[in-house]
């Protein structure tokens, strides 16, 4: 059967279409096997399954389901992803993370760590709420992107020019005065 582009008129779709399409249905050696696996135990049953490939009787029902499930096709038997699905979050109190915001944003914009963590030992001591390390301030204050940014100033074409006017004369002034050699 021959594959019909949709968006044939594009440079390059058509290969970008096959690539995708190989990679999204590919079979793997790991899914012909557990096929095999799984049409053996359905010819010979349970206890020559475990005994031929050591699949255990709940794996054997969690593959025939997939498979089922896919309306038989083999790449459904491709292994899976096994990262978690709930990665860990930093829990942070919200009264700390405005303390820190505060300290890093108000008081002193170029506040390292470690002073941070000094300051914020007192408020959480008089808080009484949990003492943070210094590498997890670190952490937060890198995560939550709490930097000082400057101002830029905005320079007029008038004050462009009053600038470089007076670079000129300064190396004009410099040329005059440094010794001949």
Known sequence: MQTIYTLGGLKGFNRWYDYAYKHTHMITKEAKQRLKIIQFWREHGLKATTDAFGAKRSTLFGWWKIYLNSEDRIESLNPGTQARTV???????????????????????????????????????????????????????????????????????????????????????????????
């Open 87 to 181: 990665n860990n979050k930093r829990e942070i109190h919200p009264l700390i993370l405005k303390e820190i915001k505060r300290l890093r944003l108000e008081e002193c914009p170029n506040m390292g760590k470690a002073k941070v963590k000094k300051n914020l030992d007192i408020f959480c001591q008089n808080n009484k709420l949990p003492i943070y390390s210094e590498s997890k301030i670190g952490r937060i204050i890198k995560e939550k992107k709490i930097y000082h940014h400057r101002k830029k100033y905005l320079i007029s074409e008038q004050s462009k020019r009053l600038i470089s006017a007076r670079k000129s004369e300064n190396q004009r002034i410099l040329k005059l005065t440094s010794p001949a050699i």
